[in-house]
């Protein structure tokens, strides 16, 4: 339409509103427009335009501020352009995209810019216009596009090459390789950090050709302070230009060693500890963009995930083969110990002469006894894992307790034929600690020393005083334990092939129960051996006490037995019969009850002084009988003893409720027993004495 029709169509519409109207729409489109005379080379610029190569509006703008404000990347080819848009011959239309740095404020922006050459008769240039559009936002929301595209591009790669993985060594390795090659990085490292907050092991890396890898074990410390503080606190450490960034103390000398001159490392903060680390080296300086950042901190973070999935499924995966191996093994040393004593029975129904019944006997007691240390092994473990174990501590000498130790293994040390040496110290060694604990730590090196040690081998026990510490120590010339062996040893249900002919069975829990029990003290285990067939050293510490040890009197001889009333409850008829019989063979009156209303028939009749009552007996529980006992039947003062195979803390909370005075777990240890009842006795007799 020209402007004659447009003057008709708004015949009240002058060229000076139509001016206006044309100002109103390109500032509402936020365009500036550019005029040069080119004759003169004078610049006509806008405030807008200004604003877009960083001037204030007041400023004097001239063709050299257009040429210096272009990116120097850009300046040539805009130039050009520009140049062309005036050539005569060409007269080629100016369209250009193009940077520029602000010279008052150093901001990058982006400027879309259009127009042409307004040339005379005489086919010279003499006017240049056009308009300059600020495309800053728009090619910042294009480069965040295609950003995001390369970064999920990335991240799927990443996904699908390590989801098939099942080892957190691969997982690292292929994440490590595509990060670097995406960001055409020179190495990429995965670092897991130690519970002590400083070592770390870079497990794999990935690195260019030629590069050496940084595989190994390193001190965090060597990062230096700074970037140390800012990895432990869960900030990344971004080196750009090493040399220039970094002094030799805070981590250049390191970093120089390994040829970085730039580095992002970025650190995994789990419950305020730092316990992995992901870095990327370059080995000449470099800017790292913020999207490379993101990119690495995205990765890093999905590696991390990936890895403990990783993880957890494989510690799932061999904690059920640990399960089966065990499952297998219980059984086949709870099916050992049978044999014999069924043998042995066999024999002593055959009316053997006296030597074979008292041989028959021993085997009997020491497999019985074998028995039931599986099974005090399997629920000492159970109560530490819950934490219901309690310590009844005391300030004794340690050499007493080895002594007993020894005495308790010499049976299998006996057995195979060992050498032992013992080195004691001459003077006390006071120690504060549960002694029966300490006296099983002990017997359980001993044992193991013996069971993995061939026959007629050197076992040594040792202790001595080190910087406040009881130092004690097992040694023996034994299979050995290969170096990395060496931590697995103490986990739980842990066994490891042996080179020996030697047959040694056990239920992997024995080491496990030693540090438990130490730890529980205060002290510490460590194992030592150079490997297979090199013999193997367990030494823990306990902390010395500066208290005196009290000198224990020794006890008057005790006094002959006192007769007393004792009343078994049991419903398995073997174990009421054997027990009756051992009671009574103590010189006490027994009866025996097979269910709860017999047994409470019994006491109405025969006011029992003790009763040693079982927990699991058919129709009327034995909590449900000791609560009868003490209210109907009357036998307040009586001391009545759970004689049950349940032993959990729980279980000894509901018998002190229904009025039990003691929970014996079985099997109890007869003479333990007998000195249970006879106290008992003993008591009440005393009681009457002075009633009378």
Request: contains cysteine; charged residues 25%.
């Amino acid at each position: 339409m020209d402007s004659d029709n447009q003057s008709a169509a708004h015949p009240g519409l002058s060229l000076q509103d139509r001016e206006e109207q044309l100002r109103l729409a390109i500032e509402a489109a936020e365009i500036g427009l550019w005029d040069v005379d080119v004759l003169t080379g004078t610049l006509y610029w806008p405030a807008r335009v200004k604003a877009m190569f960083g001037m204030s509006p007041d400023a004097h703008a001239t063709l050299q501020d257009f040429v210096n404000g272009l990116h120097p990347d850009d300046r040539v080819a805009v130039t050009q352009a520009f140049s062309d848009a005036q050539n005569p011959a060409l007269r080629t239309v100016y369209d250009v995209e193009y940077r520029t740095i602000g010279k008052e404020d150093g901001v990058l922006r982006w400027v879309a810019a259009r127009g042409r050459g307004l040339f005379n008769e005489e086919g010279v240039c003499t006017r240049a216009i056009g308009t300059a559009t600020d495309i800053t936002a728009r090619k910042l929301a294009n480069a965040m596009e295609v950003s995001n595209q390369v970064r999920l591009h990335l991240l799927d790669s990443i996904e699908r090459a390590t989801r098939p993985l099942t080892e957190a060594v691969e997982v690292m390795q292929v994440t490590a390789r595509l990060l670097g090659e995406h960001l055409g990085a020179t190495r990429c490292a995965y670092a897991d950090v130690d519970p002590d907050n400083d070592r770390f092991t870079i497990r794999s890396d990935w690195s260019q050709a030629g590069v050496p890898s940084s595989a190994g074990v390193y001190s965090l410390e060597l990062f230096g302070s700074q970037a140390t503080s800012h990895l432990r606190n869960g900030h990344h450490l971004v080196v750009n230009d090493v040399d220039r960034e970094l002094g030799d103390d805070d981590g250049g000398r390191m970093f120089n060693a390994i040829g970085i001159k730039a580095i992002v490392c970025a650190g995994l903060v789990k419950a305020g500890r730092l316990v992995a680390m992901m870095a990327v080296h370059d080995r000449a300086p470099r800017q790292w963009r913020q999207e490379e950042l993101r990119i690495i901190t995205e990765v890093v973070d999905r590696c991390w995930a990936h890895i403990e999935r990783v993880r957890d499924a494989s510690a799932l995966r061999e904690q059920d083969r640990r399960k089966d191996e065990f499952l297998a093994t219980l059984a086949h040393e709870l099916r050992n110990p049978l044999a014999p004593m069924l043998y042995s029975l066999s024999l002593l129904k055959q009316a053997p002469d006296i030597r074979q019944a008292v041989r028959a006997h021993e085997v009997i007691e020491r497999q019985a006894r074998h028995l039931s240390r599986l099974i005090d092994d399997l629920l000492d473990v159970s109560r530490i894992n819950r934490g219901i174990v309690e310590l009844k501590r005391e300030v004794v000498d340690v050499r007493p307790l080895l002594a007993q130790a020894l005495e308790a293994a010499t049976p299998a040390l006996e057995r195979a034929r060992h050498h032992v040496v013992v080195r004691l110290p001459q003077t006390p060694v006071p120690v504060d600690v549960d002694p029966a604990r300490i006296v099983q730590v002990v017997t359980n090196l001993l044992n193991n020393a013996a069971k993995y040690t061939a026959d007629g081998g050197e076992v040594a026990l040792s202790a001595w005083i080190h910087e406040g510490h009881a130092i004690v120590e097992v040694s023996d010339n034994g299979f050995g334990v290969p170096p990395e062996d060496h931590k697995r040893v103490f986990q739980l249900f842990t066994q490891l092939a042996h080179t020996g002919t030697k047959a040694h069975g056990g239920l992997g829990i024995g080491l496990s129960l030693v540090k438990n029990l130490v730890e529980m003290h205060g002290g510490s285990v460590e194992l030592r051996s150079e490997g297979l067939n090199a013999g193997s050293t367990v030494t823990f510490t306990l902390p010395l006490v500066a208290a005196p040890l009290t000198i224990d009197m020794p006890e008057p001889p005790s006094a002959a037995v006192q007769p007393g009333r004792v009343l078994v409850v049991e419903d398995n008829p073997d174990g009421l019969a054997t027990l009756v019989q051992l009671i009574e063979a103590e010189g006490h009156d027994v009866r025996g009850a097979a269910d709860g209303p017999q047994a409470l028939q019994i006491a109405a009749e025969w006011t029992p002084t003790v009763v040693l009552l079982d927990l699991g007996l058919p129709g009327m529980d034995g909590l449900e009988v000791a609560r009868r006992l003490r209210a109907d039947v009357g036998l307040r003062d009586a001391s009545i003893a759970a004689l049950t195979g349940w032993g959990t803390q729980r279980d000894r909370e509901q018998t002190a409720a229904a009025g039990f005075d003691a929970h014996l777990a079985k099997p109890i240890d007869p003479d333990h027993l007998l000195d249970l009842i006879n106290q008992w006795i003993g008591v009440h007799a005393g009681l009457r004495k002075q009633l009378d």
